[in-house]
């Protein structure tokens, strides 16, 4: 008799946990759903036009951005000027970054002013960066390229919370 109360409390207990766990990835699902939302609100609030292709010169106009596979969206404002990037060169990078809705919290690293040390971050490397900020580097090339970009949380720094970023964003080259 015990026993059959035993199992019976273990298969209850079983189907509790079961239950929890499968509402935790719903209720991550329903994030992401609403995170695509949230994208597609500002970009509409802000008219910008999604181009079907990259632009061959990598010119884009004021309200176009191009979305990328990974879900990052980004636009190149200004061209930069000298060599390439190569992996290993240390960028000095200053940038605005705010949420997406619209009462969107700004943090502002775009003058020394508001950040004493600007951000310095290697090249091909995640430290200081994240996947969306790599893509950005790559496609930005060069010494002066500025950018915006909107990173998804499973592109940015911390995945575990759905909250997406529109950057704006400008890079220096540091000598070798």
Known sequence: MYKRLIIRLLYAVFFVL????CEQSTSYSK???AEERLIDQWLKRNNIVLLSEFPEDSLFE?????HFEEGIYYQLVEKGTGEDMQNGDVIVLRYRCSTLDENAIVEDYWTTQDRPYPNEIVYGSLTNSCKGWNKAFELMK???AHARIIVPSKQGFDDSQVIPYVY???IKVLPK
């Open 18 to 21: 079961l239950l929890c766990g």
């Open 142 to 144: 060069r010494s002066g």
């Open 168 to 170: 704006e964003m400008q």
């Open 31 to 33: 994030q992401l759903e």
């Open 62 to 66: 004021n309200n176009e951005m191009y």
